[in-house]
């Protein structure tokens, strides 16, 4: 069914009667020339750039709960494309391209925003380190403009430019940044996917991975054995547990990212702002609940909550940034499992067993990079050759350490970028 | 209106509020919600997507109807819940949602549109044209969206935070929780009890039974009053204990002043962490509504609630009550009113088999099926056996059964579990540690159950903690049993609501499952049931049943949303009290802070220090004239600057020298007592973690300072490496950042301006570059080290931190009569820029020794943190970007930093990227701009003109790669 | 969330720095081969469950803890101090 405004129109004349299933729950099959394990947002994605790009469609996405339960349905929603380093610059800016055009592309509204975002600084290193980023997001062909303190105070006014502690000095601004309905992303992911014959399963956990010389021949799953050629790995804060299966050990360590939500407010922050002194980033929904979050809780966790120091370190930062917010109450705090990598860039490559690839270590970056992995990794799944966006995205890069890509410079501490 | 003699509130004070800009008069004691109700307003506000009137639903924080704005400016709280809000005089409360007024809502013509507008719309249209989403669309429903307003003014209130420590939280002081209480302060433990009401009792307040032979006002009063006596026992009133976290911390938020006029020097609210050993959720339980046609008028309220507004605030919502019920319990609703004097017209009892009554008409096996009344109800339309007709009635009493308040126990993941015979969940053991649930919150529903369950609760908490348990001894009180059929969703015709405030209707939970949105997450987040300010509190059971049964699933296995704190929202503010202004992070300040400031230097924040940027002198407009006059004044004569902020580490121990060998990538065993050296720490992963000079004082004694930035970096990894993987060695670190107040003197004069102060002046054969030994300055035992950052003959002058104001000073005065003076951070970046020397600018994490032409002094001879993953190839690659430094050639006698670099003639894209600029500025010692950058390959380009391409500040220029010591290379007047 | 540091008693998390897993106490010698360095350094077991990481009691003692902790429940089943031969 194709939606439209017309369409809803008819459905609301007509009773809204003939709306139908956005995707079918088909019986797993036997076997699939693919099998993607991880029905979230880069698996979902995955799966539609295989049926769309590629032409594939023996495909089936293996979620052990439901479509977009994992961070796609608990992020800040915040897209953009502004990397520094070689391999995230080209990749972010792939990602950002398909972002633009999602709706009509997917016939479903993913609602869009690019309404900004802006990367406070406030010192003159943090400045220059804002405009050698800039400047590299130019050089990719995306686009970042420096703001200084007028510049910025037309558009942001209610900022707290003369913090007693960190005053503000201006912004790195990205306009084509924003936001998008996150729910929405992995919903329309998964209704392209299935209109174009993906098989997508839920409540189907993976609970093996079969190996046999050294090539990939299908997995086991709380609903069956089910054969295949190739097997993707893109299971994020749980990437772990699903490798171990296959007798790998990989450079992520899952931690715990907490985000919240007020209640609805009249429209009050029309972009996206990002704290320079302290992890802290905000923007407002369409519903009028402003979303924000900070840096991660810091310790190794799969238990998607967290503890108060970390959500009283964000509420402080947004108090020195704009303390107008004082009186919007927190609705809902939640937590997502991030897989942290060494160098907080992220790993889309084949690995050292034939026919299984992985794709993992977003970080708490994965929402912007939804499309773009997923047109990278069904890429490397039909072709057995990395994308060029994503080709520095290579799991033996620590090792070798040829082309890390350790945009914070805070080495090799998994927590730390 | 009031009922006489009813309610449990002062009659003698009338408070005077205004809601709306009306002036209306309630009773102390009265929420908002009561007073307006006891004046005859039953419109309270808006719903989010249509704009339905809404009434009062309920008595308590679980409302999602009754949200206003009060307060203006700085201090306008939007969605505050009518039903908490408690009013005093000169409380100034408006509706909000509304536009032009609450009465003629403009937008209430959405509800028109209702069929267009049903779940997920939205994600279906506003896609074409693809410009106007942007434009048009979402401008349009972002305006329409949202409830209440922020002022847009900084918060004016105060707000404080503080923990707390107890043997036992008890939450919630309803019969269980004043038990609980009871029976553990009783006993001696350390006891907190914590409610959100303004006034502890719980349902107590709002109903009629006995407890002793009292009324349940009265023993509560008692218990209480005796529970006040206890040292052991802390009573917190209004506040809400809203999180569950690990290891026994919960997160509470107390309502210090919304209940009256703002205080001076009181805080609004306070943020509470409170560990406990153990608690005891007792946290009561929420009625929930039925749906059926158009059950969202105001008027419509929920049963539970009607009876406290008579019980407890002596109101009664309407003059002629219906009651619609499933349960024996809604009952008591018919039988308080009756007995108060008011009209009941029915109880409407969807049980064939429920309790008939003499004092009022209980129509059975009936149901409520539609409603009328634009702005309030007037008249409902009943079905039973008989058919249907139409009831006036201005008050409906709903109630479709109790859940118990489960929300606390899953805030650690853990999931309640289905009970059929009350049709709700409770929660499960074990499912926060150290928690038991009694009470209602606990499924058990009648007086004396709750106060056992209290009582128990409480002597296993006492079993646990190894406490004496005392005997249990339970008040004589009603045991009525609750008796339900389920009835989730009246069948029929029409909208029936079950989210109030998102307007979430049975039929978009269908249109959802339709849609294939089954899973109970899907369907939350499709329809946005239970996303509203109230998160479902009310309607999310009812919208599992409904759901449940349109899947052809029991509702167990169609399962919960995830609780997640808070239990009712919290103000940013409150969350973050104290990050407002100065008070994010800790203000560190040298010694020379206060006698820089005198001389007008503007302080910048390095870190969490203050640093001053420049000294300006008498006549000077811009910090580039103060600068270029410091660096000559230091390249000349003489200049003083504060590196206190500097890192210093005390390290002590027979192995200290071979524990910095490890830690260092160059060698330190090998340094003589009195001489310092420049040393290189590497990270493990072999890039580069900081740089600096460490002293060797003694045989077994050596100082090593860090960068600022580094300091606590540098501190713990010592320590790490000490204690985590050479515990065998014997060495101490001690921080002595803060003890010693440090100074450059820098330049040419710098040893006769040390003569002036030091008791044995230096001759100049002494302290050759590098040597480093104890001196006393003006009679003071100090520390002196012939070290340079400026690449002048310079010194650093350590005293201890009490000296440091008068040495400063000292230093300055003596400096200016050489000629000389203090000199800021600007000079100083300008001074080591002019010698290559790196800070945190080029060392930033992603580079190598290899990378600032440093690889050499990655000793060969040992082991140290870094040096094998520092030779992994791509580390060692020649391509990789390398220290240069760099001067402009082109027309453009301009460089900036974070400015990249080409090939001469190559396009400024990513694909030719060359390089960056890390560090730049004018020197006015070679009369051009000097920088410092990265480039691929650097060393081996030096003479060649690359391009630099600025696109953020539009500047583009050519620049010659250039050796990074640009002034005095070989390095003369530092060692001279 | 709170951890019962040997020497200090309970203290809140915030107390506390994190490092991660316990393996870092485990450095291989400079020539055990890239494979060995790359387990060391980078991979990690990661478990759904029981582990052992390393925590730093920065704003306390100043002793680094080795600490065996549930990563689903956040549960702490003991504490031990780093220097002890805690690996």
Redesign the interface.
């Given at each position: 069914m194709r939606f439209s405004g017309l369409r809803v129109l008819k459905e609301g004349l007509t009773g809204n009667r003939g709306w139908t299933a956005h995707w079918r729950d088909p019986e797993p099959k036997p076997a699939y020339d693919i099998l993607i394990i991880g029905g979230g947002g880069h698996g979902l994605a995955t799966a539609y750039y295989l049926a769309q790009v590629h032409g594939l469609r023996n495909v089936a996405v293996l979620e052990k709960g439901y479509l977009g339960g994992g961070n796609i349905g608990r992020n800040t929603t915040i897209v953009r494309a502004n990397y520094g380093l070689p391999g995230n610059s080209e990749f972010y800016s792939h990602s950002l391209s398909l972002w633009e055009g999602l709706e009509q592309e997917l016939n479903f509204n993913v609602m869009q925003s690019q309404r900004g975002v802006l990367n406070l600084f406030h010192s003159d290193g943090q400045r220059d380190a804002y405009v050698r980023r800039g400047n590299a997001m130019v050089n990719q062909g995306d686009d970042a403009i420096l703001l200084d303190r007028d510049g910025l105070r037309k558009r942001v006014p209610y900022l707290d430019f003369d913090n007693g502690r960190f005053p503000v000095q201006g912004a790195l601004y990205h306009p084509r940044g924003g936001t998008a309905r996150h729910d929405a992303v992995a919903w329309g992911f998964a209704r392209g996917a299935d209109s174009r014959g993906i098989d997508l399963i839920q409540n189907c956990e993976v609970t093996g991975i079969d190996v046999a010389n050294g090539a990939v021949t299908g997995v086991q799953t709380s609903r069956g054995a089910i054969r295949a050629k190739k097997v993707g790995i893109v299971v994020a804060g749980r990437s772990s547990q699903v490798a171990a299966m296959a007798g790998m050990r990989l450079p992520i360590e899952s931690h715990v990212l907490q985000a919240f939500v007020t209640e609805g407010l009249k429209p009050v922050i029309d972009t996206v702002v990002t704290y320079g002194m302290g992890h802290f980033y905000i923007s407002q929904s369409d519903k009028g609940g402003l979303v924000f979050g900070g840096d991660i809780d810091m310790y190794a966790s799969y238990a998607a909550r967290g503890n108060l120091p970390a959500v009283e370190h964000v509420m402080e930062a947004g108090m020195a940034l704009m303390p107008m917010i004082g009186k919007a109450r927190v609705l809902r705090s939640w937590g997502g499992i991030m897989d942290m990598s060494p160098d907080g860039s992220p790993i889309i490559d084949k690995t050292g067993i034939d026919g299984l690839y992985l794709n993992c270590g977003w970080c708490y970056g994965g929402f912007k990079a939804v499309p773009g992995s997923g047109d990278c990794f069904a890429h490397l799944l039909a072709t057995g050759r990395p994308h060029p966006a994503a080709a520095r995205f290579r799991l033996d890069r620590f090792r070798t350490g040829v082309g890390i890509m350790d945009e914070e410079g805070t080495g090799a501490q998994h927590n730390l970028h | 209106m009031r009922v006489a003699g009813k309610g449990v509130l002062d009659r003698s004070r009338s408070v005077p509020f205004r809601f709306d800009g009306v002036r209306y008069a309630g009773l102390e004691g009265d929420t908002l919600a009561s007073a307006l109700l006891a004046n005859g307003v039953r419109l309270l506000g808006r719903s989010f997507k249509y704009h339905r009137p809404r009434g009062v639903l309920t008595a308590g924080s679980e409302e999602p109807n009754a949200l206003v704005t009060v307060g203006r400016g700085g201090r306008q709280t939007p969605n505050t819940r009518a039903t908490v809000q408690e009013i005093y005089e000169g409380l100034e409360a408006r509706s909000q949602n509304a536009w032009p007024s609450l009465k003629y809502d403009l937008l209430s013509v959405n509800t028109l549109a209702a069929p267009f507008l049903g779940a997920g719309f939205y994600y279906k249209t506003f896609m074409w044209p693809k410009a106007f989403w942007e434009k048009l669309y979402e401008p349009a429903i972002r305006r329409a969206a949202g409830l209440g307003a922020l002022s847009g003014l900084p918060d004016a209130d105060r707000y404080e935070r503080a923990y707390a420590f107890c043997d036992l939280l008890v939450i919630g002081a309803g019969p269980a929780g004043l038990m609980a209480a009871l029976v553990a302060g009783r006993a001696g433990a350390d006891v907190i009890l914590a409610d959100e009401d303004m006034r502890m009792g719980g349902r107590l307040l709002a109903e009629t039974q006995q407890i002793e032979g009292r009324s349940g006002q009265v023993w509560a009063g008692e218990v209480l009053a005796e529970l006040a006596a206890m040292e052991n026992v802390r009573l917190m009133t209004r506040t809400t204990v809203a999180g569950a976290y690990d290891q026994g911390t919960f997160a509470a938020l107390e309502r210090v002043g919304h209940h009256r006029a703002r205080a001076e020097g009181q805080p609004l609210e306070c943020f509470w962490r409170i560990v406990a050993k153990r608690s005891v959720l007792a946290a009561g339980a929420l009625e929930r509504p039925i749906a059926f046609a158009d059950n969202d008028r105001p008027g419509i309220m929920m049963a539970g609630a009607v009876r406290a507004y008579l019980n407890r605030w002596g109101v009664c919502p309407g003059r002629a009550v219906t009651v619609f019920a499933n349960n024996d319990d809604a009952h008591r609703t018919a039988r308080d009113l009756v007995a108060a004097g008011v009209d009941v017209v029915a109880v409407i009892d969807s049980r064939a088999e429920a309790p008939g009554s003499d004092l009022f008409e209980v129509h059975r096996g009936a149901q409520v099926v539609g409603t009328s009344g634009r702005l309030g109800l007037e008249a409902i339309t009943l079905r039973s056996a008989a058919g249907e007709r139409r009831v006036e009635t201005d008050c409906l009493a709903v109630s479709g059964g109790w859940n118990p308040s489960v929300h606390l126990s899953c805030h650690m993941n853990g999931r309640p579990t289905w009970r059929e015979d009350i049709a709700s969940f409770v929660p499960t053991p074990g499912a926060v540690p150290g928690m038991m649930a009694a009470g209602a919150c606990n499924g058990a529903f009648s007086t004396l159950a709750c106060l056992r369950e209290g009582a128990e609760a409480a002597r296993a908490a006492l079993v646990e903690l190894g406490r004496s348990v005392p005997p249990l001894d339970l008040p004589a009180t009603e045991d009525e049993p609750y008796r339900l059929t389920p009835l989730w969703a009246v069948a029929g015709k029409g909208r029936a609501w079950l989210d109030f405030q998102n307007d979430v209707t049975v039929k978009d939970v269908r249109q959802a499952v339709a849609e294939n949105y089954r899973s109970v997450e899907h369907m939350k987040r499709y329809t946005t049931q239970g996303m509203a300010t109230d998160q479902g509190k009310s309607s999310n059971v009812t919208a599992l049943a409904v759901l449940a049964d349109a899947t052809g699933r029991g509702i167990p296995e169609t399962g919960t949303t995830s609780f997640r704190p808070p239990y009712s929202p919290i103000a940013i503010a409150a969350l973050g009290a104290g990050g407002q202004g100065k008070g994010f992070a800790p203000e560190r300040f040298t010694t020379s802070h206060k006698a820089s400031r005198e001389r007008g230097a503007p302080m910048i924040e390095a870190g969490l220090w203050y640093r001053p940027s420049t000294f300006p002198a008498p006549g000077e407009k811009s910090w580039r004239q103060s600068c270029d006059r410091e660096v000559r004044m230091v390249r000349a004569a003489v200049g003083v600057c504060d590196v206190s902020t500097l890192g210093k580490i005390d390290i002590q121990g027979p192995d200290a020298g071979k524990f910095l060998d490890f830690v260092y990538a160059n060698m330190f065993s090998t340094l003589k007592v009195g001489r310092v050296r420049y040393g290189l720490m590497l990270r493990e992963d072999g890039t580069v973690m900081d740089d600096g000079t460490t002293a060797r004082l003694g045989e077994h004694h050596f100082l090593m300072t860090t960068t600022t930035a580094a300091a606590g970096d540098v501190m713990r990894h010592l320590e790490f490496v000490s204690q985590g993987l050479r515990p065998d060695w014997d060495v101490r670190f001690t921080s002595v950042t803060e003890q010693w107040a440090q100074f450059a003197v820098a330049g040419p004069k710098s040893r006769a301006l040390l003569n002036e102060l030091l008791d044995a002046p230096l001759e100049a054969g002494d302290w050759p570059f590098m040597a480093c030994g104890p001196v006393r300055v003006l009679g003071v035992a100090g520390r002196l080290f012939r070290i340079s950052f400026s690449g002048e003959q310079a010194y650093e002058l350590a005293v201890p931190a009490r000296y440091g104001d008068s040495l400063f000073r000292a230093l300055v005065a003596r400096a200016e009569g050489l000629g000389g003076g203090a000199y800021g951070m600007e000079a100083l970046n300008v001074l080591r820029l002019e010698k290559g020397f790196i800070t945190h600018a080029e060392i930033h994490g992603r580079v190598t020794a290899y990378d600032i032409g440093m690889g050499r002094m990655v000793s060969a001879k040992k082991d140290c943190i870094g040096k094998t993953m520092s030779q992994r190839p791509g580390l060692m690659e020649a391509d990789r970007e390398r220290l240069v430094g760099l001067k402009p050639v082109g027309a453009v006698k301009l460089i900036t930093s974070g400015a990249h670099l080409f090939a001469k003639g190559a396009e400024p894209v990513r694909e030719n990227d060359q390089g960056y600029v890390t560090s730049a500025a004018y020197s006015p010692t070679v009369g051009h701009v000097v920088a410092l950058g990265f480039l691929r390959r650097g060393p081996e380009r030096l003479g060649e003109v690359v391009k630099m391409v600025d696109h953020l500040r539009a500047v583009e220029t050519l620049c010659e790669v250039v050796d990074p010591v640009i002034f005095d290379p070989e390095g003369g007047r530092m060692r001279g | 969330?709170?951890?019962t540091c040997p020497l200090c008693g309970?203290r809140?998390?915030?107390e506390f720095?994190?490092?991660?897993?316990a393996l870092?106490?485990e450095?291989?010698a400079?020539d055990a081969g890239?494979?060995a360095?790359?387990?060391y350094?980078?991979?990690?077991?990661?478990?759904?469950g029981e582990?052992r990481?390393?925590?730093?009691h920065?704003n306390g003692c100043?002793?680094?803890l080795v600490v065996r902790?549930d990563?689903?429940?956040?549960?702490?089943l003991e504490v031990r101090?780093?220097?002890?031969?805690a690996q």
């Open positions: - | - | 969330m709170r951890i309970a809140d998390r915030r720095y994190y490092r991660g897993a870092a106490l450095r291989p400079p890239e494979q360095w790359d387990d350094l980078f991979l990690r077991e990661n478990p759904a582990t990481d390393l925590w730093y920065a100043g002793a680094w902790r990563t689903r429940s956040h549960a702490v101090l780093a220097g002890e031969g």
